[in-house]
T-cell receptor, first 109, second 116 residues
């Protein structure tokens, strides 16, 4: 059965304190790993898609990487406006998107 | 910038009543998804449409939930009767499928349902 586990559940950082969020997955035939950002009371906002181990993508202070078992979302010098829940999702052989429970990030000024 | 539209944004109802949610996907997106998101959890797929056809409704509680996309464009999700456990955010998403490629989904703002 396809599974996604995100850690930590919650993370508090000081502004400028870099860190990483983890997404561990079990899936048969990975057809994409997706990162989304979700602000309270809103729908998820697409950030990145990764398809194969070794792939990396960057956007502003965010960088996503992928191995055969996990993905990391690295946040460099975060700002308070980066505070949100970050969701990871995978799509495998069933073509269904499976979401993790998310990491709630709080960046303090 | 094209967006997925959903209405209403908020709905409060009493248990045993009927509720309906509407979604208008991004123009040209053939694939439409309805998700349920309980507070503190990730979205859970309820139903997926390809044009007007249902391709996955394995997690849809069919005794009380129904979904349709009659003309392959906008979609309606209905709950009848609503139960206390249905309180959640209902999210609609759409994507433009390309053969052999997993395209990202674009989400609407969601409908927050509260069942009293």
């Amino acid at each position: 059965e396809d599974q996604v586990t995100q850690s930590p559940e919650a993370l508090r950082l000081q502004e400028g304190e870099s860190s990483s969020l983890n997404c561990s997955y079990t899936v048969s035939g990975l057809r994409g790993l997706f990162w989304y950002r979700q602000d309270p009371g809103k729908g998820p906002e697409f950030l990145f898609t990764l398809y194969s181990a070794g792939e990396e993508k960057e956007k502003e202070r965010l960088k996503a990487t992928l191995t055969k078992k996990e993905s990391f979302l690295h946040i460099t010098a975060p700002k308070p406006e980066d505070s949100a829940t970050y969701l990871c999702a995978v799509r495998g052989g069933t073509y269904k998107y499976i979401f993790g429970t998310g990491t709630r990030l709080k960046v303090l000024a | 910038e094209a967006e997925v539209a959903q209405s209403p944004r908020y709905k409060i109802t009493e248990k045993s009543q009927a509720v309906a949610f509407w979604c208008d996907p991004i123009s040209g997106h053939a694939t439409l998804y309805w998700y349920r998101q309980i507070l503190g959890q990730g979205p859970e797929l309820l139903v997926q449409f390809q044009d007007e056809s249902v391709v996955d409704d394995s997690q849809l509680p069919k005794d009380r939930f129904s979904a349709e996309r009659l003309k392959g464009v906008d979609s309606t999700l209905k709950i009848q009767p609503a139960e206390l456990g249905d309180s959640a955010m209902y999210l609609c998403a759409s994507s433009f499928p390309l053969a052999g490629v997993s395209n990202e989904q674009f989400f609407g703002p969601g409908t927050r349902l509260t069942v009293l």
